[in-house]
């Protein structure tokens, strides 16, 4: 299994871009979420899915767009890049019983 | 919501030395409590987690505790060694919650030689 997969590993966009972050899992999880981490604040939720065409908000969810087409995959969308977006984000994947697997993150810079 | 607060936020201390993280939570109706580590660079993993049904675990040289009357959880780690450096985070999830956990802000631990 290779657990949670994300890509890209690094980005740089100018203010205003759009990009998007992609996830897949290959553990046949149903929930799967998106968060973002900056320094001393501990990890946000942005976006979650408790399974294929179902997504809903989390803590943080202005300024990014999600789809769930298929059980594996969950891209994140930036739809217009701002500075504030600057972050490491992070996707997961969960279990049944609640225990969570994370990707590798993607760092992304916003000029 | 839950609201999960960690303390202390760096801990620094000497190889050999036990070290102790402590978190504690708001939503009583929380069932499940995670701690993951993060080394530098990579995500979170999962090192281990305990439910409210059980007040101690044990994994070699890590443990964890859980006081649901006083809403604390800790995490224990004995002889500790260079390799323990990292960020850990405590995480809760409430009953009926979803999967949506609530993490802690983090706490650096640097082990010293």
């Known amino acids: 299994n290779a657990g949670v997969t994300q890509t890209p590993k690094f980005q740089v966009l100018k203010t205003g871009q759009s990009m998007t972050l992609q996830c897949a899992q290959d553990m046949n999880h149903e929930y799967m979420s998106w968060y973002r981490q900056d320094p001393g604040m501990g990890l946000r939720l942005i976006h979650y899915?408790?399974?294929?065409?179902?997504?809903d908000q989390g803590e943080v969810p202005n300024g990014y767009n999600v789809s769930r087409s298929t059980t594996e995959d969950f891209p994140l969308r930036l739809l217009s890049a701002a500075p504030s977006q600057t972050s490491v984000y992070f996707c997961?994947?969960?279990?049944?019983?609640?225990?969570?697997?994370f990707g590798p993150g993607t760092r992304l810079t916003v000029l | 919501g839950e609201n999960v607060e960690q303390h202390p936020s760096t801990l620094s201390v000497q190889e050999g030395d036990s070290a102790v993280i402590k978190c504690t939570y708001s939503?009583?109706?929380?069932?499940?409590f995670p701690w993951y580590k993060q080394e530098l660079g990579k995500g979170p993993q999962l090192i281990i987690d305990i439910r409210s049904n059980v007040g101690e675990k044990k994994d070699q040289r890590i443990a964890v505790t859980l006081n649901k009357t006083a809403k604390h959880f800790s995490l224990h780690i004995t002889e500790t060694q260079p390799e323990d450096s990292a960020v850990y985070f405590c995480a809760a999830l409430p009953t009926g919650g979803g999967n949506k956990l609530t993490f802690g802000t983090g706490t650096q631990l640097k082990v010293e030689l």
């Open positions: 997961a994947s969960t279990t049944g019983l609640g225990t969570q697997y």
């Open positions: 899915s408790v399974g294929a065409g179902i997504t």
């Open positions: 939503d009583s109706a929380s069932n499940y």
